[in-house]
């Protein structure tokens, strides 16, 4: 029987209720003929109480319990869900990360999955059971103890069930109904897509739209899962949400699928730097070093041996970032005049596979803005997405217009 | 290193506070040059919101499931415990059920351990790790899936531990102070005791003196385990608690060690059943395929080929006990006059392994009973204990004069 992987957060399983709810979705589809694999997360809550106990035993714990610890919540919930589906009648069964075993590497907190054999499950469906549960976020490290994917982990554990199953879809039900073109909470006109390609996607999820972790989106462009996002809170058609799929079953021929922000950025400009080979390097190396998540990176014209370094990250990351290039500037190892900082600035971007094939849209993007008398500080671009750095202020208005512009309210 | 087991039951570790105390004290013992095996319950109230979960779901749960969901509560403690103990300098790692392995039998939510490879926890010892933190309660089955050990399982994990690790004490921490020789909610007098025995302690445990789960009790007998309980609440001293051990280690030569009760009996009685072989093994497989508990059982002096059959058990079981009997009469498998049931009787027994020595202490305990004006009902006895079925109104009486006719309120 052909499987479909179906994935429940947390808000979709925050109780037995929903739990209920999601399962007699899960009982639709075993309805229709499918054999489902059903990823489960936390309910919600229960990962951020137990976060809560390790951080206040010790701020700097051991990653190895923290799993054993955090881990628990995706067990009762696989188990609440394999007991509610077998109430309605399904064949049922829960597994665990290492019962399964979900092998990952041995990196807790943020293991990544390398294998995942299919013969246990697989030799239960051909016994007659129509669902598995597989508690998400978690798998079996070499060592032989429990590891975590990193939050929102399950929505990776649920790409990468599909793929080692060939699942003909992978739907992740959430608490939003599908992708849009950008945040409908500051574009009333912002639009749910019926399709988006996987590499859109990638540039949308990095850039906050956080529908889906990046690295799920990543796996499944790498191994073609169909990946649907769709709401557990609505009635379901086989049409609803947003298929994430490859670039060719995309419909929709826009240069541009959506518009992005992210609201609290940082421009940090190193004025006057010593303009020798290696000293980009030396830069972004110490700001890694000190956790710095460095951005856009722009270098400025170089004027007589010297030149204007600038680059944006989270705001809340300045302090570390202003420590690290101080300390190798003492150091010696840099040479700068100034470090200019502007802690007011948000990045607004413009992403779509069309603008590979259709060349004006930096142009278009550009003359929005000035349109609207936005300023833009910095500008980097790259195939199929151009982000610009702005006055935070002009966020919301820079989105408007460039929905607006880009007639992202109309389907294709 | 000598090793020591330390078990803290669910209050002992009901919020991070608690643990952070039960880690002192396991730091306490590894100062004195133990290695130490730390069992963990769930903290409280986890269990009873897991198992809420599950019945809630489905009346008749699938019980690997059932095992599935609720061991993850001692999961979550174990990781905690480790935790803590790290952040107080003390090298230390959770283990679940599955990764020592603990093996047992497939019985699930009542599982037997079977085995306990002592290998891996070991290893780790001898490279310095001090203490291994231990998911209580839990087990893996021959199927490779989680199974539990029933309420109270904790303590049997503590016991086999010390069993399979020849562990110099098993030191049991709970909400008391200890074992005494009766209810002190009941009788002011009540004295606790330095030393126990495990026979006496057995009788007392299955009398409804809730401190120890009989099964754990019955191990440490069998392995010659010490085993101590004590409060998780005070200071302690070596000397802290009762210790429970071999006959020969107890000092105190009284005939008498406890008084034990239980409230809530009934007494039935099968008026002239018809008296041939078999008639017995008849009544008493219905009444336990029925799920009946019976207890006391006496048989009176038959009269014309019939006799009278009484019996007790929880009055809570009552109405199962009379439809059990009406169809096995119906049935024509059993003939009696009448089904006489009494529903306000209480057993009083008193324990000790010093009455196999010493004559007399029936006689005593009657006519104790007879000088308050106490009908006895129903009078058992086994080579350490005493038992009687009195009216339930004079069952705090009946304990208060024992407990002052033998002096258990002075020690030996």
């Given at each position: 029987m052909p499987v479909l992987v179906m994935k429940f957060g947390g808000t979709s399983v925050a109780n037995l209720d929903r739990i209920r709810r999601a399962a007699k979705r899960v009982g639709v589809e075993v309805a229709k003929g499918y054999d489902v694999i059903v990823i489960v997360s936390a309910m919600a809550g229960e990962t951020n109480k137990l976060v809560g106990y390790v951080e206040e035993i010790s701020?700097?714990?051991?990653a190895r319990e923290y799993d054993a610890v955090v881990s628990s919540g995706e067990n009762v919930t696989a188990g609440l869900m394999a007991l509610t589906l077998q109430e309605m009648g399904v064949p049922a069964r829960s597994w665990q990360g290492w019962q399964v075993p979900v092998r990952t590497t041995d990196a807790h907190a943020a293991a990544r999955i390398e294998e995942i054999p299919t013969d246990n499950i697989n030799t239960k469906f051909a016994e007659g059971m129509r669902v598995a549960v597989v508690a998400g976020f978690q798998g079996i490290g070499p060592d032989g103890r429990i590891t975590t994917l990193g939050r929102g982990g399950s929505d990776t554990t649920a790409v990468a069930f599909a793929a080692a199953f060939g699942a003909e879809r992978c739907d992740i039900y959430t608490d939003v109904d599908g992708v849009y073109t950008t945040d409908p909470r500051i574009c009333e006109k912002a639009r749910k897509l019926d399709r988006i390609a996987f590499e859109e996607m990638l540039e949308l999820a990095s850039l906050g739209a956080k529908v889906l972790q990046t690295r799920s989106v990543e796996m499944a462009m790498r191994y073609h899962v169909k990946l649907r996002v769709l709401s557990s809170f609505e009635e379901q058609s086989d049409e609803a949400g947003t298929l994430v799929c490859d670039e060719e079953d995309v419909m929709e021929s826009k240069p541009v699928a959506g518009v992005a922000y992210s609201r609290d950025e940082a421009k940090l400009t190193l004025l006057?730097?010593?303009?020798?080979?290696g000293i980009a390097a030396t830069i972004f190396t110490a700001l890694s070093d000190a956790g710095v998540n460095v951005d856009m990176i722009v270098q400025n014209i170089s004027e007589e041996g010297r030149t204007d370094m600038t680059f944006s990250c989270p705001v809340g990351e300045v302090a570390r970032a202003e420590a690290a290039l101080s300390e190798i500037k003492e150091k010696g190892a840099l040479n700068y005049s100034e470090l200019v900082v502007d802690r007011d600035v948000a990045k607004v971007s413009v992403v779509g596979i069309g603008m590979r094939s259709q060349s004006g849209v930096a142009a278009k993007m550009f003359k929005v803005l000035s349109d609207e008398g936005i300023n833009i500080k910095v500008i980097t671009t790259s195939e199929i997405k151009i982000s610009v750095l702005i006055d935070r202020k002009y966020m919301e208005l820079a989105v408007q217009a460039l929905h607006d512009a880009f007639e992202l309210d109309k389907a294709a």
């Open positions: 701020p700097l714990f051991d006057s730097v010593a303009d020798r080979p």
